[in-house]
């Protein structure tokens, strides 16, 4: 129905790897939010998408929205430790929807 | 963007009692969004307070566990009631940010514990 799929749950990178979570729906979106979460912390906005096949940076994140608009990503190039944390994508209805988060952990 | 202020930040509560939390936001905004965020898990929308109406609940959410108050347009309560430790988790405010972006500003959290 109206929910995002997110994966995946986890993600263990070595400091300095790249991370990517996916976010799917059955229905086309109007638009997908990002946030992040660190431990402890409060979601925080990373970016909202509305444009099909729209590419958007912030630094070391980039973000995706499929053509079909079913689909976003988020990829972190060379993770560092302030990275970690868990990031969610949200879809737009009359409230937002959430998906399940990915947790981005680096390994020690 | 919005500034939030929710407390308590935490509290640990015995069983069968009930607790308020409250949120002030440095503007005023016409909605305001509670959640609940079980460990580990995503967020959960409870309800919509609006100012001078009552609060729109999702489902599996009602009045008499989750009352709310919206007094004004700048802050909201929500009270856990008769606690079991189901509801121990954490309870976050928010408001969309200005210019209708959609964007959601949280307050800090309270994490409740139900022993």
């Known amino acids: 129905g109206q929910q995002v799929m997110q994966i995946p749950q986890y993600q263990h990178v070595q400091e300095g790897e790249d991370f990517t979570t996916y976010c799917n729906s059955s229905?086309?979106?109007?638009?997908i939010q990002w946030y992040k979460q660190r431990p402890g912390g409060h979601p925080v906005f990373l970016i909202q998408l509305v444009k099909s096949g729209e590419v958007k940076k912030q630094k070391r994140l980039t973000f995706q929205f499929g053509e079909a608009k079913k689909n976003s990503s988020l990829h972190i190039t060379a993770t560092q430790t302030t990275d970690v944390g868990t990031y969610f994508c949200?879809?737009?209805?009359?409230?937002?929807?959430w998906g399940a988060g990915t947790k981005l952990i680096i390994k020690p | 963007s919005a500034v939030i202020s929710q407390k308590p930040s935490r509290d640990i509560c015995q069983r069968g009692t009930s607790l308020t939390i409250q949120c002030q936001v440095d503007s005023q905004v016409t909605m305001m969004f509670w959640y609940r965020q079980q460990p580990g898990q995503s967020l959960t929308l409870i309800a919509t307070a609006n100012q001078g109406s009552e609060a729109t609940y999702e489902s599996g959410f009602v009045i008499d566990k989750f009352p709310i108050s919206r007094p004004n347009l700048t802050f909201s309560t929500l009270t856990v009631s008769n606690m079991s430790p189901e509801d121990s988790s954490i309870y976050l405010c928010?408001?969309?940010?200005?210019?209708?972006?959609?964007?959601?500003?949280f307050g800090e959290g309270s994490r409740l514990t139900v022993l």
């Open positions: 229905t086309t979106l109007s638009n």
């Open positions: 928010s408001v969309e940010g200005p210019g209708n972006t959609g964007e959601l500003f």
């Open positions: 949200a879809r737009s209805n009359y409230q937002l929807i």
